[in-house]
């Protein structure tokens, strides 16, 4: 470490965040595995999706009624497995029901709460527990300044992540820039020096890598650009714990370098996932028909999107179909590196454990 300004949460210096992965796919058993590991000096935290979670249960006929009880079973039964641990909650601005799944989650016992997929400038007043750490995930140096001059007047815990084009999800960055050629504006070393130096501006807010972080090598390379830490989402994906079913995990044991493209997404920004035949199709031009019974993000157009995010992720999380996001790495997830001896996947334990000797190394 250099001179970074630390996150610290419940007494630990957080050095790697699992970013949320929707929908389903980091909850409650994935989200308080991070959260419990208990490494020396390396402060982890998880972070639940809050995205469309009443999909994956019998929540009733309100959606966004429904999606608050969800969420809340959620952080609830995260936290009865991680007491102490340090875990988050992410909701998309892009949600319709933005401020209420806000308002509804930080009235739990939580450590964080970060937005991203839109301009989070009402997040701290959604927020009244001022223990709450707020996050916002930026794609750009233009943007975290935005964020910085929006939050300035807030006295409040902060951390920004910066979202590299890498990374699995929804993207920040446009169709152009995540097919074009790395350039300043799209490379993620220098949009975190620059954010790093905009946060310095305004309260020395930690500043967190993410998109590509792979190895403990990256790690240190994010902390060398200046970064507090890593956010890192696409290695927790073939690990024991992941919420996914086991055909999600085997997709990316699965995916070849070529098989990773970028998608455009009802949401409204393109998005990098696995091109599995349901996307070859929808490619091709082929609608998946669905009634729509809430419109769950703000951008989208329910009457012209060929298919429902929503529905065809969860059905991934599922393992009964759809689509599964993943970073542009998800292709180095090999069975020699994520089976166990017993052809199981490997504990999130495990994991930290070699991230960080890979970090030392
Ligand atoms: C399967 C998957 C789903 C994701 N879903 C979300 C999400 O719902 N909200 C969000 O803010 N980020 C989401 N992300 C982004 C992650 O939180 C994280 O920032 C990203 O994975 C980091 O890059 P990496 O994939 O290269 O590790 C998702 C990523 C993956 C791989």
Redesign the pocket.
């Given at each position: 470490m250099n001179n970074q300004p630390e996150l610290i949460i419940r007494g630990k210096r957080i050095r790697i965040i699992q970013?949320?992965?929707?929908?389903g796919?980091?909850g409650p058993k994935l989200t308080s595995a991070v959260a419990n590991c208990d490494l020396d000096g390396w402060g982890t935290a998880g972070?639940l999706?809050g995205?469309g979670l009443s999909l994956l249960g019998d929540y009733g006929k309100h959606y966004a009624e429904g999606n608050r009880l969800a969420l809340l079973d959620a952080i609830k039964a995260t936290r009865e497995r991680s007491p102490n641990g340090v875990i988050g909650v992410?909701v998309?601005h892009a949600l319709t029901d933005y401020p209420g799944l806000v308002e509804f989650a930080s009235k739990e016992n939580i450590d964080f709460i970060?937005s991203?997929?839109g301009v989070p400038r009402d997040l701290p007043k959604l927020v009244e527990n001022p223990e709450i750490v707020l996050g916002t995930?930026v794609s750009s140096v233009r943007f975290a300044k935005t964020m910085c001059k929006a939050w300035a007047k807030y006295d409040r815990k902060k951390m920004i992540?910066v979202?590299?084009r890498?990374?699995?999800?929804?993207s920040g960055f446009s169709e152009e820039q995540l097919r074009g050629t790395e350039c300043d504006e799209t490379s993620l070393e220098s949009i975190v020096r620059g954010t790093v130096e905009v946060a310095k501006q305004f309260g020395n807010i930690p500043v967190f890598a993410?998109?590509?972080?792979?190895t403990g090598l990256n790690l240190r390379e994010a902390e060398s650009w200046g970064a507090s830490g890593v956010?890192?989402?696409?290695?927790f994906?073939p690990t024991d714990e992941c919420d996914a079913a086991d055909e999600f995990k085997w997709a990316y044991l699965n995916a070849k370098k070529e098989d990773i493209g970028v998608i455009k997404s009802p949401v409204g920004r393109p998005g990098i996932a696995i091109i599995n035949d349901v996307l070859r199709g929808v490619i091709d031009g082929k609608k998946i028909p669905f009634t729509c019974e809430y419109q769950c993000l703000k951008p989208c157009e329910p009457s012209e999107s060929p298919y429902c995010i929503a529905k065809e992720l969860v059905a991934a999380q599922q393992g009964t179909g759809g689509f599964?996001?993943?970073?542009?790495?998800?292709y180095r997830a090999t069975e020699e590196t994520c089976l166990d001896k017993n052809g199981d996947f490997i504990t999130v334990g495990t994991l930290l454990d070699t991230i960080i000797s890979e970090y030392n190394s």
């Amino acid at each position: 470490m250099n001179n970074q300004p630390e996150l610290i949460i419940r007494g630990k210096r957080i050095r790697i965040i699992q970013g949320a992965m929707g929908v389903g796919v980091s909850g409650p058993k994935l989200t308080s595995a991070v959260a419990n590991c208990d490494l020396d000096g390396w402060g982890t935290a998880g972070t639940l999706s809050g995205i469309g979670l009443s999909l994956l249960g019998d929540y009733g006929k309100h959606y966004a009624e429904g999606n608050r009880l969800a969420l809340l079973d959620a952080i609830k039964a995260t936290r009865e497995r991680s007491p102490n641990g340090v875990i988050g909650v992410n909701v998309m601005h892009a949600l319709t029901d933005y401020p209420g799944l806000v308002e509804f989650a930080s009235k739990e016992n939580i450590d964080f709460i970060v937005s991203g997929a839109g301009v989070p400038r009402d997040l701290p007043k959604l927020v009244e527990n001022p223990e709450i750490v707020l996050g916002t995930i930026v794609s750009s140096v233009r943007f975290a300044k935005t964020m910085c001059k929006a939050w300035a007047k807030y006295d409040r815990k902060k951390m920004i992540v910066v979202e590299g084009r890498k990374a699995g999800g929804h993207s920040g960055f446009s169709e152009e820039q995540l097919r074009g050629t790395e350039c300043d504006e799209t490379s993620l070393e220098s949009i975190v020096r620059g954010t790093v130096e905009v946060a310095k501006q305004f309260g020395n807010i930690p500043v967190f890598a993410a998109g590509g972080i792979y190895t403990g090598l990256n790690l240190r390379e994010a902390e060398s650009w200046g970064a507090s830490g890593v956010q890192m989402g696409t290695r927790f994906v073939p690990t024991d714990e992941c919420d996914a079913a086991d055909e999600f995990k085997w997709a990316y044991l699965n995916a070849k370098k070529e098989d990773i493209g970028v998608i455009k997404s009802p949401v409204g920004r393109p998005g990098i996932a696995i091109i599995n035949d349901v996307l070859r199709g929808v490619i091709d031009g082929k609608k998946i028909p669905f009634t729509c019974e809430y419109q769950c993000l703000k951008p989208c157009e329910p009457s012209e999107s060929p298919y429902c995010i929503a529905k065809e992720l969860v059905a991934a999380q599922q393992g009964t179909g759809g689509f599964q996001f993943a970073g542009t790495n998800a292709y180095r997830a090999t069975e020699e590196t994520c089976l166990d001896k017993n052809g199981d996947f490997i504990t999130v334990g495990t994991l930290l454990d070699t991230i960080i000797s890979e970090y030392n190394s």
